[in-house]
């Protein structure tokens, strides 16, 4: 018999200890029957028996007969009963219940024994990652959590520095010097909790939805903590950490004594804080009322407090359904409700909400650099879904369904032929609340103040383009001069490298593909190197290999990024954004 290693049989305690009733039910009653099979986007994707549910499953299984039933006890080869006995085991577990399923939940929706596979794979992984069998982006997210209270590790000074920059940057936008982001009002309305992604690589979610909580003339704060809804103990099975999340959270809504909590468009961050975490965290029962952004958003509709011109948003729009919101939570009418009155043009996907395919990059997929080939892979299904459609936009509810289909279509290529653009553009991925945002009518009542754009500080500010294509140098380069900036080019990262050192700029653009030595080096160089160390750096790339950037430990993160094709607003709001933030930090030292 062979000899079991510590790691296995440490892994077979944990599974004994806990498997529950909604487990044990799930392993007993899977038939083989192979409904399951069409309903999983690996398998369509791959035609690999391998990649089915129930063979997925099936390693888990072996260890449930051995367990919990006297068969496997007693005939366990006949019964295919069996622990896990080597190190080896646990990595091809580890490849099978992270590398291969994004929890989504289309096979228990297709199951008509209703097996929960997503509740098997959360099992598996909270059993592996006590024993450090995890990917490293779902490990060093989880240490965040833990940490600083929110995946991206933000500090509280950056977090309440983008809140100040987003209520500057509206200032302007409405020339209302008198608008404010509220932070801790005590007894407002509604607390409002968001996905860190808005805060530290793409605020414009959170700008939309100030501006509709602005013209509805709504009563609402932002926490200064408890303020992330993301939870990375739904993606690791982990409930301590999905309890922790939740209770920050809910402590501080309840310190701000609201009647409500918002919570943004993120579909596991609206099921995990809505539903799952105050089981987890033992909170329950809780003293205000939660509700997600899409809600909130067709209340406003219904009661005229916005007003939409769909007009304003030409192009046809379809939506993709979020895994957590429509399977998990049901929330498959309020987003359609908001497109349709946002948008001239509303296409669906086909299949749709409850039974649409995962965007790949659910289940905390996003972050795990070492699946993405196959993700992508896998992602031909969604791609399909796109292309049939025929839309410009793909409207969705999640932040990690943004950039899992930014990644699709990037991919798979899929364009559109934009009227305002020389050639067929990317399609364009966005939140409903953005569509809402730009379709809505500004009341009248708004008095219009002229205020002093607050661009002095970074006008003439020297920035370096790093980048290997001549024509992206070109395009950054022009526009970034006709914006009152100064610019100097390496079109790849030794020059690049070297330029920073003599030239000192303020600001760097970085791409990530280059001969020689690539945007990853040469970013760790910059970070390690004591001239060029504290210059910031904005990936502007078209490889999603710049994600094991955002979550490592060793040297900070970027100080922002963008996917190409180049959106010029974007990119400029970005570049001022990041020069405002350094040129406070530095007037804060000195």
Known sequence: MRTKSENAIAFNESFKKRSNRQHMLSFA???????????????????????????????????????????????????????????????????????????????????????DTASLVGLARSCLVDLGYAPEGIKAVMKNQWETGNQMGISKEEYLDTLQWIQEELQEEFSDPDFIVPIDKKGADFVYVINPREVKYDPRPLQAAFKIFHHAGLDWTMGSEGWDNTNFGLFSG???????????????????????????????????????????????????EMVSLLELMVDLI????????????????????PCNLSRSCGITEEPRFCL????????????????????????????????????????????????????????????????????????????????????????????????????????????????????????????????????????????????????????????????????QPDLITLDITMPGKSGIQLFRELRSTAETANIPVFIVTGTIDFRQLMYQKAIPAPDGFMMKPIDPKVLLTTVNKILEKAARNSTVVN
């Open 302 to 321: 219904n009661t005229g407090k916005i007003v939409l011109d769909p007009s304003k948003n030409p192009y046809p729009v379809t939506y993709h359904d």
């Open 29 to 115: 009653v899977c038939t083989h029957c192979g409904v399951c099979n069409d309903s999983c986007h690996y398998f369509l994707a791959t035609d690999d028996p391998k990649m089915t549910p129930v063979a997925k499953m099936d390693k888990l299984r072996q260890v449930y007969k051995s367990q919990k039933g006297p068969l496997g006890k007693l005939a366990p080869r006949w019964v295919g009963a069996k622990e896990m006995e080597t190190d080896e085991d646990l990595k091809e577990l580890q490849d099978i219940v992270f590398g291969s399923c994004t929890g989504c939940r289309r096979c228990t929706f297709n199951c008509p024994f209703g097996v």
């Open 340 to 503: 349709k009155r946002a948008c001239v043009d509303f296409r669906e996907l086909m299949p749709n909400r409850g039974d649409s395919f995962c965007c790949t990059g659910g289940g905390g997929a996003m972050s795990m650099v070492e699946y993405a080939p196959r993700r992508l892979e896998v992602a031909r299904v969604k791609a399909d879904q796109i292309r049939k459609a025929g839309a410009a936009v793909v409207a969705t509810s999640c932040h990690n369904c943004v950039d899992g289909l930014r990644d699709v279509i990037k991919n798979y290529n899929l364009r559109y032929d934009y009227r305002d653009a020389k050639a067929p553009k990317l399609l364009r991925v966005c939140n409903v609340c953005e569509l809402v945002a730009e379709a809505m009518i500004i009341p009248v009542e708004i008095q219009k103040t002229a205020i002093k754009a607050s661009k002095d500080a970074v006008r003439g500010k020297k920035i370096l383009v790093i980048d290997d294509e001549p024509d992206i140098i070109v395009f950054i380069e022009t526009l970034l001069t006709d914006n009152g900036f100064k610019v100097i080019t390496a079109n790849d990262g030794i020059t690049g490298l070297q330029k920073a050192k003599a030239e």
């Open 238 to 288: 982990k409930a301590d950490l999905g309890g922790h999340m939740g209770n920050l959270a809910y402590n501080q809504a309840k310190k701000l004594e609201v009647k409500r909590m918002v919570i943004s468009e993120c579909g596991h961050g609206f099921r995990s804080t809505k539903w799952e975490a105050p089981n987890w965290g033992k909170a329950n029962p809780l003293p205000f």
